[in-house]
C-alpha cells in the first residue's frame, strides 16, 4: 500500500489519506477482489477529492461511494481483467514446511473461491470484521445500520460463506 510521504505540516488531504486509505482499499477489495484495481479505486476517489470543489459534508462517505462507482464502471466496461492474487499470499519468509505451505494455499485460494461467490454485501460484512478486526459498532456507522442489523448480517454471511465452502469441498477441523 502506498501512502503519501510524511510531512510536518501535512495537508488535510493527506492526513485523510494517511487515516482512511487502507481502510478504504479494504472495502474496495470486498467488492471487487483484486488487490490492484482496490488500490486504483482509492486512488481515483481521493483524485476525485481533490479536484472537487464543492463542501462536502461527510468525506469518509463521499469517498466510499466514489470508489464504489469507480469499481462499478470498471467492473461494466471490464476494461481491467481480474488477476490472480496468489502472490499476496506468498510469503517469502515463511519457514513451513513446503506440504503445510501449499495445504495453506490450498485453504486460501478455497476461501477466495468462496468469497468470491458470494454476494458484495456479505463479502463487505465479512471483510470488515475479519480483515480489519472491526466491531459491530464501527461496521454499522460505515455501513449505516445498526449494530444488531451488522452482527445479523455477519452470521447469515457466514452461514452462506460456510456453505460455499462445503460445496467446495473444504474440509476443517
Known amino acids: 500500500m502506498t501512502s503519501l510521504p510524511s510531512t510536518d505540516a501535512a495537508s488535510p488531504l493527506e492526513s485523510l489519506y494517511r487515516d482512511q486509505a487502507r481502510e478504504l482499499w479494504a472495502l474496495f477489495y470486498a467488492y471487487c477482489g483484486n488487490a490492484e484495481r ?31 462507482n469507480w469499481l462499478r464502471d470498471q467492473a461494466r466496461r471490464k476494461v481491467n481483467s481480474v488477476i490472480k492474487t496468489e502472490l499476496l499470499d506468498l510469503n517469502p519468509g515463511n519457514d513451513h514446511e513446503p506440504i503445510y505451505t501449499l495445504f495453506d494455499k490450498e485453504q486460501r485460494e478455497q476461501i477466495r473461491a468462496a468469497l468470491q461467490k458470494l454476494k458484495e454485501a456479505d463479502r463487505e460484512v465479512l471483510i470488515l470484521r475479519y480483515a480489519l478486526n472491526w466491531s459491530s459498532q ?19 454471511a457466514r452461514q452462506r460463506l460456510a456453505s460455499e465452502l462445503e460445496q467446495l ?5
Request: glycine share 6%; charged share 30%.
Open 138 to 156: 464501527r461496521i454499522g456507522e460505515t455501513l449505516a445500520t445498526s449494530a444488531a442489523a451488522v452482527d445479523m448480517r455477519l452470521t447469515r
Open 169 to 173: 469441498g473444504f474440509e476443517h477441523d
Open 38 to 68: 482496490a488500490q486504483d479505486a482509492v486512488h481515483e476517489s481521493f483524485l476525485k477529492l481533490q479536484q472537487q470543489t464543492e463542501e462536502i459534508r461527510d468525506r469518509r462517505a463521499w469517498l466510499i461511494q466514489v470508489g464504489r
